[in-house]
């Protein structure tokens, strides 16, 4: 019998969901280890203030992470390019190392993550679907400004994590890292620059998020 022409498209929305389930509620495998090296000296785990401090920094990035994914899923999910919708997977692929690091780093300071990520994912993969929609080139360079205000974001976590916790910062310098690359690739591969007012709209709903993320 012949595959319905719907199928494959019913198949990654049901990926998509299943993704966002695991994203928000679970810690998901890496493909590669932690960049914090293994021994390396934790003294914040034993400070309250610093420990705080870290978790809710962290918390803020995994927030990201979980963004990340789901913008990935749902610009993967209406590209129109299956080159483009490779890359979007490849990408998303190693985001997920970015998600289990920041998790296992929560864990090992006994925080927790957001509570609202299920809320996050759903409105991240709404805007990836919608990027998605408007074409692939515009899809590449929403991608592209994401990581570049990403990478902005990261720096300045470097600047405000405690000095002593270089677990976490050797988790954000690694990320900060590929998400350089995944705007690079995004250049590459044909992304539009997108008019001001959508930039800007970009930080203002990211500043919301992440000063929502840092307490809660």
Known sequence: M?????SSFIDQLFSSLDNGLRSTFAKPAAKRPSPALAGMDDPVAA???LREQSVALMRVNHVGEVCAQALYQGQAL????PEVRARMQEAADEEIDHLNWCYQRIEELDGRTSLFNPLWYLGSFALGVG???AGDKWSLGFLAETEKQVVEHLETH???LPESDKVSRAVVGQMAED????AEMA???GAAELPRPVKDLMRATARFMTTISEKI
């Open 158 to 160: 470097l600047e405000r």
């Open 2 to 6: 012949p595959t319905p022409p719907h």
């Open 179 to 182: 998400e350089a690359r995944h």
């Open 187 to 189: 250049i590459d591969n």
């Open 131 to 133: 990027a998605g929609i």
């Open 47 to 49: 400070d309250e203030h």
């Open 78 to 81: 209406t590209s129109r390019s």
